[in-house]
Antibody, heavy 122, light 111 residues
Framework: QLQLQESGPGLVKPSETLSLTCTVSGGSISSSSYYWGWIRQPPGKGLEWIGSIYYSGSTYYNPSLKSRVTISVDTSKNQFSLKLSSVTAADTAVYYC??????????????WGQGTLVTVSS | QSALTQPASVSGSPGQSITISCTGTSSDVGSYNLVSWYQQHPGKAPKLMIYEGSKRPSGVSNRFSGSKSGNTASLTISGLQAEDEADYYCCSYAGSSTPVVFGGGTKLTVL
């Protein structure tokens, strides 16, 4: 059974870079047709897609975050990572990683990691 | 790209049916019957309930169904149960520059 687990600091200072890693177990991150995505959810608010990456390194980013986001993949470790620079309090959220089926115009996320809360505060 | 529009809340009694709408534009929901729906219980990760507009993943109850008319997709839950009380989100492709857009979410209350 495929499982995803987020890891990284729970507290980041304003203007610094948020860094998270998602470890995939029970399957290969190099599976064809699947991207691997990051989604966040500010406290009490809705879901926001951040971006997704294919095992080859091909990426798609949310245009609203693109200037600050970098997603990378390490197939040898079965992991993919998120870096979000110049964070502010508005970036405080639960960050989820998920397997992202993305073929043509068809896309959906399943399964999801349990999520990790990242707070931006000095 | 704006989020898809969902009602903030819906409610129903056990055994009843409810429908949650997800309204987009001709550039997203209206162009593709590929909306996905997610269920999220408090403090938990979202769970895929419907994909490609109307398909159910293995293990999802057939009480959940998806449909689309024009620029609006809908999630219908029949035979409402207490365990269905949760937040529900729709998601659609919105173009090559924004392949993913979520709805604002709908809180379902089972009375």
């Amino acid at each position: 059974q495929l499982q995803l687990q987020e890891s990284g600091p729970g507290l980041v200072k304003p203007s610094e870079t948020l860094s998270l890693t998602c470890t995939v177990s029970g399957g290969s991150i190099s599976s064809s047709s699947y991207y691997w995505g990051w989604i966040r959810q500010p406290p009490g608010k809705g879901l926001e897609w951040i971006g997704s990456i294919y095992y080859s390194g091909s990426t798609y980013y949310n245009p609203s975050l693109k200037s600050r986001v970098t997603i990378s993949v390490d197939t040898s470790k079965n992991q993919f990572s998120l870096k979000l620079s110049s964070v502010t309090a508005a970036d405080t959220a639960v960050y989820y990683c998920a397997r992202h089926w993305y073929v043509g115009e068809d896309n959906w996320f399943d399964p999801w990691g349990q999520g990790t809360l990242v707070t931006v505060s000095s | 790209q704006s989020a898809l529009t969902q009602p903030a809340s819906v409610s129903g009694s056990p055994g009843q049916s409810i429908t949650i709408s997800c309204t987009g534009t001709s550039s997203d929901v209206g162009s593709y019957n590929l909306v996905s729906w997610y269920q999220q219980h408090p403090g938990k990760a979202p769970k895929l309930m419907i994909y490609e507009g109307s398909k159910r993943p293995s293990g999802v109850s057939n009480r959940f169904s998806g449909s689309k008319s024009g620029n609006t997709a809908s999630l219908t839950i029949s035979g409402l149960q207490a365990e269905d009380e949760a937040d529900y989100y729709c998601c659609s492709y919105a173009g090559s520059s924004t392949p993913v857009v979520f709805g604002g979410g709908t809180k379902l209350t089972v009375l």
